[in-house]
């Protein structure tokens, strides 16, 4: 017996046709992983295939195109982007078949996969990523950290990759969403305004898991760098006046063109590995508003409130109901 109240549901669009009314009686489980930096976003659909009929004439084909959007049912839509095709997934054992149907929001059609070396002279971080981004007939969004690079090189990387370096190298989170890439700074997306309160005791809260940690975190930072005004290396140092007991980081082996080169490469490192000083998860019931690169507020769990990034999450709609669990990290504007 149903309680009345409106149901989670999800709309899955498949080379252009709504598949959703086809796809509900046979399944199982509609997930879709969010990613903040550095990896691309899935979806995973899981039907049984109780006449064969996906392994045979309903099977798809890798590359082919697919949208999906969550409805939370109380008027919340989580339009999760365009996906294509991974390889489908048949299995099955003495509970019966199922065909498992994955999508990458990383295009697979586009060059993505192959490795290149390209030198990028006296551009900008802008430039760059736009040269990128219109190589691969994307378009680019974000924040910019603007810099200036006498020289960077793309050895033998796939251009996500290189991107992810170059983000991590002057204060960026990257990621690909759709047709866009997103090249955006630390400072844009840990200093937004809390998209969600968590309250400690709220019914909607599943389960959670904090913790704090002074391994592998740093109070300062150290890069040497080429002055070529006075012809000599001068050292760049940076404190992290929230981190009191970590370790010194050194950047070494590297040449770094200025100050601001310094600069920007210790902040990146320290950001990274200081925004791990907190971390956790937290279990819900389907929410929304739970996505990676948003702010949560935690109220009431004692010295482990605050604000707290959503580093990733996943949504996941089952015969038990819609739930969005998130891996939390320090937010730290």
């Not at 109240?5 to 709309?11: A, R």
């Not at 080379?15 to 969010?34: E, K, N």
């Not at 020289?151 to 990621?175: A, C, I, M, P, S």
């Not at 580093?311 to 038990?320: A, C, K, M, W």
């Amino acid at each position: 017996m149903t309680s009345g109240l409106p149901q989670p549901y999800f709309q899955l669009m498949y080379r252009g046709t709504d598949i959703s009314g086809d796809l509900d009686p046979m399944t199982t489980s509609v997930s879709y992983a969010d990613q903040l930096h550095g990896e691309a976003d899935e979806i995973e659909v899981t039907v049984q295939d109780k006449d064969g009929r996906w392994k045979g004439s309903w099977h798809p084909e890798h590359g082919d195109e697919m949208e999906l959007t969550i409805f939370d049912g109380q008027g919340g839509i989580l339009p999760c982007g365009a996906f294509e095709m991974d390889e489908p997934e048949a299995s099955g054992d003495r509970g019966g078949d199922l065909m498992t149907i994955r999508g990458l929001a990383a295009p697979i059609s586009k060059p993505l996969r192959s490795k290149k070396t390209v030198a990028y002279e006296k551009q900008t971080t802008r430039s760059i990523v736009s040269a990128v981004a219109g190589r691969l007939g994307m378009s680019f969004q974000g924040d910019i950290n603007e810099l200036f690079h006498e020289r960077v090189t793309q050895r033998r990387e796939r251009d996500l990759e290189f991107l992810k370096r170059l983000g991590e190298e002057t204060g960026h989170y990257v990621n690909l969403r759709g047709s866009s890439v997103i090249f955006t700074s630390f400072a844009s997306i840990d200093g937004q305004t809390p998209a969600q309160l968590i309250y400690h005791g709220d019914r909607s809260l599943i389960d959670y898991s904090f913790k704090f940690q002074s391994n592998d975190t740093y109070s300062k930072g150290k890069a040497t760098y080429l002055d070529e005004r006075k012809g000599r290396n001068n050292e760049y140092e940076e404190e992290d006046p929230r981190v009191t007991t970590g370790d010194t980081m050194r950047i070494s082996g590297e040449r770094l063109e200025s100050a601001s080169h310094a600069q920007a490469r210790v902040k990146s490192k320290m950001h990274f590995a200081n925004r791990k000083a907190f971390s956790g998860s937290v279990t819900q019931v389907g929410s929304v508003r739970l996505l990676a690169g948003t702010v949560a507020n935690l109220i009431g769990f004692g010295r482990y409130s605050g604000n707290r990034l959503v580093n990733s999450s996943t949504h996941t709609l089952g015969r038990d109901g819609y739930t969005s669990a998130a891996e939390l990290v320090d937010a730290r504007a």
